[in-house]
């Protein structure tokens, strides 16, 4: 009896052992299977979450009513009766309504993108008059892409397509007639007014302009980056009396002065290669056969460029340097007025690239040079063109003490050039004796046209 007791006993505790580890087992399965059913169930939470956000954002769009914009920009300054006038459209499109519909209808006739055409919807895009107004408000206000959209309904990345096809439009169809070379009917306008302020053989002024470059790539900084400490970019530019500009050259980095840039430009390429109309004129009774512009005193002393005197001790060195000083800002005046009618080009250039800031500069020069054009007859000192239309034209009546002028233009003709030609050409160029000659003829011309009313001021 007590070997079978002890016998069922063990056999007990065997099958309680037994049935405890099988428990446990189980209970182990259950909690790993609990676990990897939370994890598998919260990816698929997660994914399915992140999926609709995805779904979302992709599906995203805001429903902008390009048509209603077109329709209150029309209404706003293209219909017979505007809300806003033709002062207001002057300010706000930095030049007058008609010349501004001839670039929208310029660039509507040639380039596809300001045309309208249906998309998959059959829903036209926006019209050339928006596009060209957005371009038109990025160039004069320097305003971010985004700021198009709530007036205009134009996305972000359509209105920098605008500005790139605008400025790309602006420089293919009239940069042959916008930014030419004066040619001999030029040289005589420039020629006339030159002489007219005191100096004959004067075609203008020449200076330098920077543009802070903000978008600069960090390992073109130290090209680029001046006594200013900011990457800069910059502009050569020759301007008249009426602030047409007749040469621009732009690119070059910050870190060049005004005589590094005139070592690049090719301001004077024409002359080297026989290819300028010549110019000769009489000053003090002494003749010149080349033109001259007005510089500040960093530029070199030579025959083509007259600066004013450092330190003027006698009344006539002081009236020759008030007068030169005083013209010469016409090209500081052409950057001032170049930099308030677009904006883009006062606040810093936010372009990765140097070719699309010097595409946004021509376009810029280009159209300044066509409201000038337009805009000239408004100018105080305006002259009809029509009396330039002879080589040798005479004075206006009264407005010289002089009967005839002493300067004439020939047509230039391109000649073949070898080297000791273009060597010869390029001495001329920086030939310091005639600049110091023509300073000083031009010294007793001033004083004798102009010194008895400088000794007679207060």
């Not at 300054?77 to 001839?102: I, Q, T, V």
């Not at 030159?194 to 073109?220: L, Q, T, V």
Request: net charge negative; aromatic share 12%; with cysteine.
């Amino acid at each position: 009896m007590n070997f079978d007791s002890s016998s069922s006993t063990s056999s007990d505790e065997i099958y309680d052992s037994m049935l405890l580890d099988f428990i446990e087992e189980n209970r182990q399965q259950e909690v790993i299977e609990d676990t990897v059913r939370y994890v598998v169930n919260t990816d698929v939470e997660e994914q399915e979450v992140h999926g609709s956000r995805r779904e979302k954002m992709s599906r995203w769009i805001v429903p902008r009513d390009r048509e209603g914009a077109h329709d209150r920009l029309v209404t706003d300054y293209f219909s017979d009766h505007p809300l806003y006038g033709d002062e207001k459209f002057r300010r706000r499109f930095r030049m007058r309504k008609p010349l501004f519909m001839k670039i929208v209808n310029t660039l509507s006739a040639t380039d596809r993108f300001f045309q309208q055409h249906p998309d998959a919807t059959m829903r036209l895009g926006a019209s050339g008059i928006q596009k060209c107004t957005a371009a038109m408000r990025m160039l004069a206000y320097g305003c971010p892409a985004d700021q198009i959209d709530e007036y205009l309904k134009l996305w972000a990345s359509t209105a920098r397509e605008c500005l790139i096809h605008f400025v790309n439009g602006v420089i293919r169809e009239f940069s042959t007639e916008y930014l030419r070379k004066p040619n001999a009917e030029d040289l005589v306008r420039l020629l006339k007014q030159g002489e007219e302020r005191g100096f004959p053989g004067m075609m203008g002024s020449i200076d330098c302009m920077h543009w802070e470059w903000k978008n600069c790539p960090a390992g073109w900084k130290g090209m680029y980056q001046g006594r200013s400490k900011r990457a800069t970019v910059i502009l050569e530019a020759v301007v008249s009396w009426d602030l047409w500009i007749w040469h621009a050259f732009f690119g070059t980095p910050g870190t060049c002065n005004d005589i590094n840039v005139l070592q690049r430009s090719p301001v004077f390429d024409d002359i080297l290669n026989g290819r300028d109309p010549q110019v000769n004129f009489t000053v003090n009774g002494n003749t010149y056969n080349q033109g001259y512009y007005l510089t500040d005193g960093i530029y070199p002393k030579w025959a083509t460029f007259i600066s004013a005197i450092t330190s003027p001790q006698t009344p006539k060195q002081k009236l020759f340097t008030i007068k030169q000083e005083s013209i010469r800002k016409d090209v500081e005046r052409a950057f001032g007025v170049l930099q308030a009618r677009f904006a883009i080009i006062r606040h810093p250039a936010l372009a990765w690239s140097v070719e699309m800031l010097w595409k946004i500069v021509m376009a810029c020069i280009i159209m300044h040079n066509m409201i000038v054009e337009d805009e000239r007859d408004n100018y105080m000192n305006y002259w009809d063109p029509t009396e330039f239309s002879t080589e040798q034209p005479e004075n206006l009546a009264g407005s010289s003490r002089r009967g005839a002028t002493t300067f004439t233009v020939t047509p230039g003709r391109y000649k073949d050039q070898n080297l000791a030609t273009l060597m010869a050409t390029r001495e001329n160029l920086r030939d310091k004796q005639i600049n110091t000659s023509l300073k000083n003829d031009l010294l007793e011309h001033i004083w004798a046209s102009f010194g008895s009313t400088f000794v007679n001021s207060p």
